[in-house]
């Protein structure tokens, strides 16, 4: 999807914001929603991809005036009527609808340092060789698709030199709107400043991305 | 793809103090039996309080005194960086890049905020903003310049977009005049933005 989200190469969006000694949350809210989103993630009813896509969703001006964690509070709130676990009205009036079952929570307290430690690794075995190798020339694929993808706009189209392969993971193109993992090659692809920029780049720079085969061709 | 998209915009046009509303979900969700309140304040205070860019640090240090460690590091972060106790959420995959006085690293996600955690901890509030995040890959020796680094111009810049699970820690420069420090003194000197690469390691 084109949306907002997708910011590589865009100007004028005013300077960086340094904060020193910044605090991991700015407020009692901030860890909620953040504490939240992972403790309901829980029941495995999306996957990060789908989480990442419902925050692309996020109407664009919304996009840009939400902070980090307001955006994760938008996310969880459409993820969890999305699929389920909640009601709108239940969002709305902030409790149970009556009669309705109380569920077990699959994180507990006891569990946290656990899964955190295991996390989710989205790397996947397949069979057969890799299409490319390690110098050989691609081109970024022009696509547009209208779902979730991580192919950036600045680099469709262009072409970069294969780095490095990283193996096999999960594609989010299909995973996050729930329709398989569809497992392929990621490349960690170089392509020259030059090449995405034009002659304003350094001739010496360099912008690396990790690009799913069905983002590439050879060129 | 998205045939739900018409239907997510209608529903989030009010407004409402974020406090608030992250309270009332979180009773919703408690008084559900969907999340547990212990797990919460355990998640909280694991990024509060214990998982950060210490842990980075150790990684940087002990790949200063030890030549064979950063040989490890550098072919496979994960598992090198797993030696020293940190992985799992958002580090389940690895990879270390080195600066040298040629070639200067940094790290952005131009797509959301994509970020290191098992090493770093969570991400500063620059790091997730819009004029970083659209910047850094059209101008990073501008975005570095506003960092207070101005790097030569036959210096080699490499930008490095986190669009997949591969999370991405910069192996600084050890600053001249650390030879007799030790390992543990060494990790008090890196810091995070050093290991973003927006920033150097002062002796």
């Not at chain 1, 919304?62 to 999305?82: A, F, H, N």
Request: proline share 8%; charged share 25%.
């Amino acid at each position: 999807m084109n949306g907002i989200h997708d910011m590589g190469g865009m100007q004028d969006m005013g300077p960086i914001e340094y904060e020193k000694n910044e605090p991991v949350f700015h407020a009692p809210w901030e860890g909620k929603s953040f504490a939240l989103n992972n403790a309901a993630g829980a029941w495995r009813k999306w996957n990060i991809d789908a989480g990442r896509h419902q925050i692309e969703l996020i109407p664009p001006a919304d996009y840009l005036r939400m902070s980090y964690y307001e955006k994760w509070l938008q996310r969880l709130e459409e993820l969890l009527v999305k699929t389920g676990l909640v009601t709108q009205a239940e969002i709305e009036s902030g409790t149970p609808a009556p009669g309705s079952p109380k569920a077990t929570p699959p994180l507990t307290a006891e569990r946290v340092p656990s899964v955190l430690r295991t996390g989710g690794p989205a790397s996947r075995t397949i069979p057969g060789p890799s299409r490319f190798q390690a110098g050989q020339h691609v081109r970024a694929r022009n696509i547009n698709p209208t779902g979730h993808t991580r192919l950036p706009r600045y680099v469709r189209g262009k072409t970069g030199t294969i780095h490095r392969d990283h193996g096999a993971y999960v594609f989010p193109d299909t995973n996050a709107h729930f329709l398989g993992e569809k497992p392929q090659h990621v490349y960690s692809v170089r392509f020259a400043a030059r090449e995405l920029w034009g002659e304003q780049a350094s001739p010496h720079d360099a912008v690396y991305l990790d690009m799913w085969d069905d983002y590439l061709d050879p060129a | 793809m998205s045939s739900e998209h018409s239907h997510d915009h209608e529903h989030q046009a009010v407004p409402c103090d974020p406090a608030l509303r992250v309270k009332a979900l979180e009773s919703l969700l408690v008084e559900k039996g969907l999340v547990d309140p212990a797990a919460l304040d355990a998640l909280i205070d694991t990024y509060e309080h214990k998982v950060g860019p210490r842990n980075g640090a150790q990684v940087v240090a002990r790949a200063w005194v030890d030549p064979a460690y950063k040989k490890r590091l550098l072919a496979d972060g994960t598992n090198a960086i797993a030696e020293l106790g940190y992985g799992g959420r958002q580090g389940e995959h690895m990879v270390v890049v080195e600066n040298t006085p040629k070639v200067h690293n940094l790290v952005v996600c131009t797509l959301c905020s994509c970020y290191p955690w098992s090493v770093l901890g969570l991400p500063p509030v620059w790091y997730k903003s819009a004029p970083y995040r659209s910047r850094a890959v059209i101008d990073p020796r501008g975005v570095l310049r506003e960092f207070g680094l101005d790097l030569p111009s036959d210096a080699e810049v490499r930008v490095w977009d986190s669009t997949a699970e591969l999370r991405y820690l910069v192996l600084p420069e050890r600053p001249a005049g650390t030879e007799n420090l030790s390992e543990e003194a060494l990790a008090t000197l890196v810091t995070r933005d050093a290991m973003i690469g927006v920033g150097r390691v002062k002796a």
